[in-house]
C-alpha cells in the first residue's frame, strides 16, 4: 500500500504528467488510453481536468485492476480491461 500511496502523490499531488499544464495550453482530448494503469490515479486526475473525455485503462495486475475499476466505478466514459499490452513491430495486439 506504500507504493500506491506514493504513485498517488506522484500523480496527483506532483502531476507528473503535467496534466494540469497540458489543459492549460488548451489540450482536449476526446479519448486517453492509459496503459499500466496501475489503480487508477491517472484516470481519476484526467477526468476531472477533462470531463468529456474517454478513458480506456489496460492494467494486467488483478489486484490492481480491481482497485482500478472500483476507483473508476462513478465515472461517466471510463473503462478498464484486465490486459497487458506489448510491442510487436509487424502488429498492434492486446494480450
Known amino acids: ?10 500523480v496527483f499531488v506532483r502531476d507528473s504528467y ?4 497540458l489543459a492549460s495550453l488548451g489540450f482536449t482530448p476526446a479519448t ?3 496503459i499500466g494503469g496501475h489503480i487508477g490515479s491517472f484516470a481519476v486526475l484526467a477526468k476531472s481536468i477533462w470531463p468529456q473525455a ?4 489496460c492494467e494486467p495486475h488483478q489486484e490492481s485492476y480491481e482497485l482500478y475499476a472500483a476507483n473508476i466505478a462513478d465515472l461517466p466514459d471510463a473503462s478498464v480491461l484486465n490486459v497487458a499490452v506489448a ?3 509487424a502488429r498492434s495486439v492486446l494480450l
Not at 500500500?1 to 506522484?10: K, Y
Not at 474517454?54 to 485503462?57: K, S, Y
Open 1 to 10: 500500500r506504500e507504493q500506491d500511496v506514493e504513485i498517488i502523490h506522484e
Open 18 to 21: 503535467r496534466l494540469r499544464h
Open 32 to 34: 486517453i488510453l492509459d
Open 54 to 57: 474517454t478513458i480506456v485503462g
Open 87 to 89: 510491442y510487436d513491430a
